[in-house]
RNA sequence: GGCGCCGUAGCUCAAUUGGUUAGAGCACCGGACUGUCGAUCCGGAGGUUGCGGGUUCGAUUCCCGUCGGCGUCGCCA
């Protein structure tokens, strides 16, 4: 070993002692006479002193021309700083290293990235073409390590309670199921691609019928999909399969893990069993299948009053079979000029609102607004019962299908909620979604789709429902809920060929292309399956909301642009025409 | 693919309605200094204003295109 000790362990307990210690340089200090330099690990920082006596005056004049991210190892002795020297801010700051002697272990350029504070910390661009220096910030090393200690404590927890973890394989093949697969071309079989998984769905259903009944890995997924703040196109996730369970089962044992994970990292004791909303519940209350439950600014259903009015906005959108809701952000005028309902309106329309019908609720409790006229004076109040207006209050309502107005104003909820500080941000909140479809149907291509994938099974007493109302049968399906994030999500699977080969002609595929897509699972469950399910957790976005960051990208080593580059690598990049030549593939052009 | 924001010294930023030689802090280089801790003081160097085109007597500023970064819609079973 080259050092003794670490740059974040040294303390008054030491004082006396000759140590080592290796590092870079954060900053240093030239007095002339003598230098301080602060030694930097990822454990800490330790102020080193090169000041005569203790230092020899050669190892002085030598040590001005160290300068930011040299590396070093020096040796002296851990001495108390001076009297009134202490510094409070440093973990070490009550002592210091009288150097002796030290070694140069290597120069470094100017770095463009200062890992040191010293710095403000540069543009995403540059960060992430020298993310070696990026990675050196104690702010990134803080995250990594929270990042490694989270994936520790789910592997300790699956593995307490005799999970096995196996892996799967990387390069499988595609299934248009899905999202867009990242391919990889064959370079034995002319003409033929492996697929990088999306996740490992149906590896772990094999395992299931192959009777390793508690499974667990973490896996690498791969999604060919544009990015965005939230989601990276190769992630992780922790990847649970459990034979003999039920929803409630595997519901429970994900609880324990938040408990522990939230106890342990956070020091918040969150109570079990989490709170669960079904997906119905979720999209009428919050209009998203993932809302954040850390504030309210609920929607709220004014279709009926919408009908009596004058106003034709609302009576045809709720005459047509449309809805009209709204939310009341509550002493929201204060915070909305004018102007800034202008530009609500103009945010919902990215949302796919036609308009953003608005009342501020005055001081005697009446509703004014512009449109105020088409509407009878009892209609108003009507309205500001159903919305529990008070007078400060800012009324807001889209009137459109039911899609629209799920999208349009959970978006607003978010901004107002946001903007508005309804809740903490350094607050924690888990939740379950449960009960989601099976089936959204595709108006274009006039067929129903599986909402999760085609293997999940739907609730016991909505199997009738497969063959009369495929659109409101609904599934084992359920996804855990942080802060309004998608933290992960599950079913439980079909077993039952008669159930699955119904799933299969309801989603239009036939026994053929079911054969040549995923033939090998169908085979696989022919030869006793178990009851079986699962769920994956989404370790990134984990590790996001844990550290309270608000992109994916901090919480990963080497993350990929919103254009799916690496800045450092420069991947992806050209081949050589051999390369290609090898694999069978021309280029168009 | 659409919409929006951004791109000026190594880094973070500034630059009047479009007007002289594009500035500051930090970093860098040289010098001074025996206790600093974002050390301080003195001096110096450092620019294809992302790139290409256009408007103009004159463009960092206005317009078009393009490249890159970020956010977002579509997309993401």
Redesign the pocket.
């Known amino acids: 070993m080259l050092r003794t000790h670490t740059c974040g362990q040294l303390g008054e307990g030491q004082i006396g002692e000759t140590v080592t210690l290796c590092g870079w340089v954060d900053?240093?200090?030239?007095?002339?006479?003598?230098l301080?330099v602060?030694l930097r690990d990822r454990y800490g920082l330790t102020?080193v002193?090169f000041?005569?006596?203790?230092t020899p005056a050669e190892v002085i004049e030598a040590s001005?021309t160290l300068?930011?991210e040299f590396v070093l190892q020096v040796t002296g002795t851990v001495?108390a700083?001076?009297e009134?020297?202490?510094?409070a801010?440093?973990a070490t700051?009550k002592i210091?290293l009288?150097v002796t002697g030290y070694e140069l272990l290597n120069k470094s350029l100017?770095?463009?990235?200062?890992p040191s504070?010293?710095?403000?910390?540069?543009?995403?661009?540059?960060r992430?073409k020298h993310r070696y220096l990026d990675l050196r910030r104690p702010e990134m090393q803080k995250v990594m390590m929270q990042r490694a200690s989270i994936i520790k404590g789910m592997r300790d927890y699956f593995a307490e309670r005799d999970f096995i973890d196996i892996e799967t394989p990387v390069l499988g093949r595609s299934?248009p199921?899905?999202?867009?697969d990242y391919l990889v071309p064959s370079r034995v079989h002319r003409g033929a691609f492996y697929a990088l998984p999306?996740?490992p769905?149906l590896y772990k259903q094999i395992l299931m019928v192959a009777g390793y009944d508690r499974y667990v890995q973490v896996a690498r997924c791969f999604?060919d999909?544009?990015?965005?703040?939230?989601?990276q196109p190769e992630f992780t996730q922790l990847d649970v399969e459990m034979s003999f369970v039920d929803q409630d089962d595997l519901l429970a044992l994900i609880d324990g893990l938040v408990a522990k994970l939230a106890k342990e990292e956070l020091g918040i004791d969150v109570p079990t069993p989490l709170p669960r909303m079904t997906y119905d519940e979720a999209m009428e209350r919050f209009g998203h299948d993932a809302p954040d439950l850390r504030f309210g600014l609920e929607l709220i259903d004014c279709t009926d009053l919408a009908s009596e009015a004058e106003f034709r906005v609302f009576s045809a959108v709720a005459k047509s079979g449309g809805r009209v809701r709204g939310i009341n952000a509550k002493q929201g005028t204060k915070h909305f000029s004018r102007r800034g309902i202008d530009g609500l309106t103009k945010y919902v329309a990215?949302?796919?609102a036609r308009g953003l019908a608005w009342f501020r609720v005055e001081d005697d409790g009446k509703l004014n607004s512009t449109i105020a006229k088409n509407f009878t004076p009892e209609l108003l109040e009507k309205f500001g019962e159903r919305m529990d207006a008070e007078p400060g209050d800012l009324l807001l309502f889209v009137a459109d299908q039911y899609e629209v107005t799920c999208?349009a104003l959970y978006?607003l909820r978010s901004k107002i909620g946001r903007e508005m500080e309804l809740y903490d941000p350094k607050t924690m909140n888990f939740s379950w979604i449960v009960e989601f479809p099976m089936f959204?149907y595709d108006d274009e291509a006039k067929c129903w789709?599986?909402?999760?994938?085609?293997f999940t099974a739907p609730l016991a007493d909505h199997l009738e429902m497969l063959e009369t109302d495929p659109g409101k049968c609904r599934a084992q399906a359920y996804d855990l809920v942080i802060n309004g994030s998608e933290a992960g999500g599950g079913t439980i699977r079909i077993h039952d060929a008669e159930i699955q080969k119904k799933v299969f002609t309801l989603l239009g595929i036939d026994e053929k292309t079911a054969t040549e897509r995923f033939g090998f699972l169908l085979d696989a469950l022919q030869y006793g399956a178990p009851p079986h399910g699962g769920i994956a957790l989404g370790i990134d976005r984990w590790v996001m909301l844990f550290a309270k960051l608000d992109?994916i990208?901090d919480c990963i080593a080497f993350?990929?642009?919103?254009?799916a580059?690496d800045?450092m690598t420069e991947a992806p990049g050209e081949v050589d025409t051999m390369q290609l030549k090898e694999l069978h593939i021309k280029l168009d052009e």
Do not use: I
């Open positions: 900053t240093y200090r030239d007095h002339g006479g003598g301080f602060d102020q002193v000041n005569p006596p203790d001005k300068r930011a001495a700083r001076p009134g020297m202490a510094n801010k440093m700051g210091e009288r100017t770095p463009p990235v200062s504070g010293k710095e403000e910390v540069p543009g995403e661009d540059l992430l299934t199921e899905g999202a867009r999306q996740s769905q999604r999909e544009d990015l965005r703040a939230d989601r990215e949302y796919g999208k978006a959204d789709h599986a909402m999760h994938h085609p992109n990208r993350p990929k642009t919103q254009k580059s800045l």
